[in-house]
Antibody, heavy 117, light 110 residues
Framework: QVQLVESGGGVVQPGGSLRLSCAAS????????MHWVRQAPGKGLEWVAF???????KYADSVKGRFSISRDNSKNTMYLQMNSLRAEDTAVYYC???????????WGQGTLVAVSS | QTVVTQEPSFSVSPGGTVTLTCGLS?????????PSWYQQTPGQAPRTLIY???TRSSGVPDRISGSILGNKAALTITGAQADDESDYYC??????????FGGGTKLTVL
């Protein structure tokens, strides 16, 4: 069965960096596009970034220039490098598998990132 | 800046029917936006309900359906049950690899 497991969250000071990982299993990771979606405490879902199976990437305006999505198909793992973190980046970060029909079919359980001094 | 709009809250009686909508601050939602819908209960990861306007994700009952109503995407739940009480989010594909979520609708079943 499809499993997505995020890791790497934690507490970081404003201006700091963090790298999230998403370990995938149960499907042929290299052939699927993937997403990062976040949810600030008490708020709604926010799409963050997208990576195609060939590595082509896209970002929400709120993170463009600060965050970088990548993948290692040999390790079945996706990453989110987050730099210049701000308080408003505090959220649970979910990785999600694209369903090839402009949507998402599977979600991880999320990892919490807290940006605080 | 494109804003995807949803009703902040809605209520439905048990056994009743409710339609939640997903619009754009400027313009109309069409199938070309490939609207998708997600359900989330507190403390849990989202669950995919509908994608590409009206295709149910695996395991989603047929009392849950998606459509385009007028200039908005719509999610209709018939025969509402207590465990339908959740937050519901729509997402629209804006093209060029960009997606935008709506602000979500809190559905109460009472």
């Amino acid at each position: 069965q499809v499993q997505l497991v995020e890791s790497g969250g934690g507490v970081v000071q404003p201006g700091g960096s963090l790298r999230l990982s998403c370990a995938a299993s149960g499907f042929t990771f290299s052939t699927y596009n993937m997403h990062w979606v976040r949810q600030a405490p008490g708020k709604g879902l926010e799409w963050v970034a997208f990576i195609r199976n060939d590595g082509h990437d896209k970002y929400a305006d709120s993170v463009k220039g600060r965050f970088s999505i990548s993948r290692d198909n040999s390790k079945n793992t996706m990453y989110l490098q987050m730099n210049s973190l701000r308080a408003e980046d505090t959220a649970v970060y979910y990785c999600a598998k694209d369903n090839e029909r402009f949507g998402v079919d599977y979600w991880g359980q999320g990892t919490l990132v807290a940006v605080s001094s | 800046q494109t804003v995807v709009t949803q009703e902040p809250s809605f209520s439905v009686s048990p056994g009743g029917t409710v339609t939640l909508t997903c619009g754009l601050s400027s313009g109309s939602v069409s199938v070309d936006y490939y609207p998708s819908w997600y359900q989330q209960t507190p403390g849990q990861a989202p669950r995919t309900l509908i994608y590409s306007t009206n295709t149910r994700s695996s395991g989603v009952p047929d009392r849950i359906s998606g459509s385009i109503l007028g200039n908005k995407a719509a999610l209709t739940i018939t025969g509402a049950q207590a465990d339908d009480e959740s937050d519901y989010y729509c997402a629209l594909y804006m093209g060029s690899g960009i997606w935008v979520f709506g602000g979500g609708t809190k559905l109460t079943v009472l």
